[in-house]
């Protein structure tokens, strides 16, 4: 990996964390109205899916039904969304950083050695000792209520193994930032927004107009799209270990 390259990635990454860290404190903000898990996803994906339509349909035609990135959508789209949304029924946004970002190193570290054979190198496991070090610091300062929280606690950890897998396999098999991008967000939509505007319980109705669209613009612009295309040239240019482990700034 060249000086420049890591310089960009690093770059990537800082802004991602940025975007990530707005993301744990509105869900949480949108975990005590009366917005469900399931509404939220609806919006992340059915607002990425207006906006990036245009381009799938006349720029990119990344292919969509496939075995692969149905993969990337049951780990990093669909399923991440809901148990993550969810888990901010239950558990403060202070839990949410701890457990959703600082655990993440941890989880890409372990799928990595498996899925794509890299090694765990003396550095990396000093590295992750450090992380675990400054995890554990913030664990006893934050995770204080678990008897109370926690069932958005393990919907947190299960959220961070989800997002973990995907960082993984998304390298495993080689897309493109921007086939991810779109790839996973409009095959999200085409499957989910049916299965919620039939079957699943809905709160949005419930909450003010303001709450929506800020929702929406923050979830389905900002997260699904700009963070998403930042995390993935960042993955591009450091690879899942050392992208993983720069996001656990996320809960400082």
């Not at 789209?77 to 888990?87: A, N, R």
């Not at 991810?180 to 039939?198: D, E, F, K, R």
Request: include cysteine.
């Amino acid at each position: 990996m060249s000086t420049s390259s890591a310089r960009s990635g690093y770059f990537y990454a800082a802004a991602c964390v940025l975007i990530w860290s707005g993301f744990v404190l509105l869900s949480r903000v949108a975990g005590k109205t009366a917005l469900n898990g399931f509404d939220l996803t609806a919006l992340r994906f059915g607002t990425a899916a207006i906006l990036l339509f245009p381009a799938w349909l006349f720029w990119k035609r990344v292919p969509l039904f496939n075995r692969r990135m149905l993969m990337l959508v049951a780990t990093g789209g669909i399923g991440y969304s809901v148990v993550v949304y969810s888990s901010f029924r239950f558990a403060p946004a202070a839990h949410g950083a701890v457990l959703l970002s600082g655990i993440l190193p941890f989880f890409v570290a372990v799928l990595a050695w498996r899925l794509l054979d890299t090694p765990l190198s003396p550095n990396l496991r000093k590295a992750l000792l450090l992380i675990a070090l400054g995890v554990a610091g913030l664990a006893a300062h934050s995770l204080h209520d678990l008897g109370s929280s926690w069932p958005g606690d393990l919907l947190m950890l299960t959220a961070s193994f989800l997002w973990g897998l995907y960082t993984v396999l998304v390298k495993k098999w080689g897309y493109s930032p921007w086939e991810t991008t779109l790839g996973v967000a409009l095959l999200a939509a085409l499957i989910y927004l049916p299965v919620y505007a039939l079957l699943l319980p809905k709160g949005i109705t419930l909450v003010p107009l303001s709450a929506i669209v800020t929702q929406a613009f923050y979830q389905g612009v900002l997260v699904v799209i700009v963070a998403m295309l930042l995390y993935m040239q960042a993955l591009a240019r450091l690879g899942p270990t050392q992208l993983g482990a720069a996001m656990a700034t996320v809960p400082a």
